[in-house]
């Protein structure tokens, strides 16, 4: 069995990336999230062609067909419960995945992280395609301003928005085409995850201190392992018991009515994950601006490898940059808050503020404060 698992392809390929993937001994809790986010991912493909076979992509039944698989397919709650619920873990913790990879410095390995800022772009994609299926009320309008926004871009007024549309407003064309992509863009997901696993075994994980030397690594199995295996029971049980205890938790009550183009919702929001972008977008007043701010509000992370050129990756040793790292989870937290509220006075202007700030902490002061470091430590 040894010999076979040296000299078989298939074998070899496992033994390497998984039992003999060489690892730093001191990685914590939170360089948990990337494998937790294939369990996230496995779960969505899995359940999904389960609804998909009940599901009907009109307007006039798609509200129904949903109602239908919570109560009349066997188990039928159980798996859109788990589906929608999983998408939020999904999303949420492609953050929670950024995080440490920003305050470890993993940035500095750019393949292996622009193509994790590609995956948190097309994360989002099937995650909203999702919420517009059910088409109730919610769905209907967040549709509706959503690709209303791709009338800005790059000066295309209606061809593009009417190529989505099909006709002049969102409807069943437009329903259809966002279940097809909603169908197809996991497996593309699947395809990019698998990349990115590709250049981060090139480049193996990134220790908290930047400790990369043979003697501080271990091989993954099966310290990192049984590791693993205990954050999937964790999120297995936090999954199974949302779904199961509190189903519309993170839903919108809104959205438990059918769709009526003639009643339009006092204050329409996105999921919480889009509030970011969302708050962005709705500090500027004009609105080619804004949809090119809210555009550049994931891609500006790419800018980081660029201009960061210490030799000092992690933040651990630099405090100057850990208090603009925190500064960036506090801003980032007040833009989510920002981005529930209506749109007038104060929020209007704390949006602005908050969002110009955004940018200055990538683009002005995260390099300034890394330089000024790498003087004081060549001085000393």
């Known amino acids: 069995m040894a010999s076979l698992r040296k000299t078989h392809p298939l074998q070899k390929i496992n033994k390497n990336a998984l039992v003999d993937l060489s690892t730093p001994s001191n990685i914590s ?10 369990l996230c991912l496995a779960t969505q493909i899995l359940t999904g062609p389960f609804l998909a076979m009940h599901y009907t992509s009109d307007i006039a039944t ?3 067909s949903v109602a239908h698989i919570c109560r009349d397919v066997n188990y039928g709650w159980r798996n859109r419960n788990i589906h929608a619920k999983g998408e939020s873990f999904f999303v949420i913790w492609v953050y929670q995945h950024i995080g440490p990879g920003l305050y470890s410095g993993y940035y500095l390995n750019a393949d292996t992280w622009d193509i994790g800022l590609v995956l948190l772009f097309m994360v989002k994609v099937p995650a909203f395609d999702g919420y517009v299926l059910p088409w109730g009320q919610t769905s209907f309008w967040r549709a509706t301003v959503i690709t209303n926004l791709l009338s800005a871009v790059l000066g295309v007024t209606n061809s593009l928005v009417q190529w989505i549309w099909d006709i002049p407003s969102v409807h069943s064309a437009t329903l ?26 090139e480049t193996h994980s990134n220790s908290p201190l930047r400790l990369n030397s043979p003697a501080y690594q271990i091989s993954f199995h ?7 295996l205990l954050g999937f029971a964790a999120l297995l049980i936090a999954l199974t ?8 938790l993170l839903g919108d009550p809104d959205n438990f009515a059918a769709s009526d183009s003639l009643v339009t919702p006092p204050h329409i929001q996105l999921q919480s994950y889009c509030l970011l972008a969302y708050a962005i977008l709705r ?25 960061y050129t210490s030799k000092q990756r992690g933040l651990i040793f630099r405090p100057l940059t850990q208090l603009l790292f925190w500064a960036l989870i506090a801003n980032v937290s007040i833009l989510t808050w920002i981005g529930r509220m209506p749109v007038e006075h104060p929020f209007i202007v704390f949006g602005q503020f908050s969002s110009f700030l955004y940018f200055i902490l990538f683009l002005v002061l995260s390099p300034l404060a890394a330089r000024l470091q790498d003087k004081v430590v060549i001085s000393i």
């Open 176 to 201: 259809t085409r966002f279940f097809a992509f909603h169908f197809l863009f996991p497996f593309i997901i699947a395809a990019a995850t698998v990349t990115h696993l590709l250049f981060l075994h």
């Open 222 to 228: 099966p310290y990192f392992a049984y590791h693993d």
């Open 283 to 307: 500090s500027i007043p004009n609105k080619l601006s804004g949809v090119l701010v809210l555009l550049a509000s994931s891609p500006v992370l790419m800018v980081i490898p660029l201009h």
């Open 62 to 64: 798609a509200f129904s």
């Open 241 to 248: 018991s949302l779904a199961l205890s509190t189903p519309n």
């Open 29 to 38: 809790v939170w360089w948990n999230f990337g494998s937790l986010l294939g």
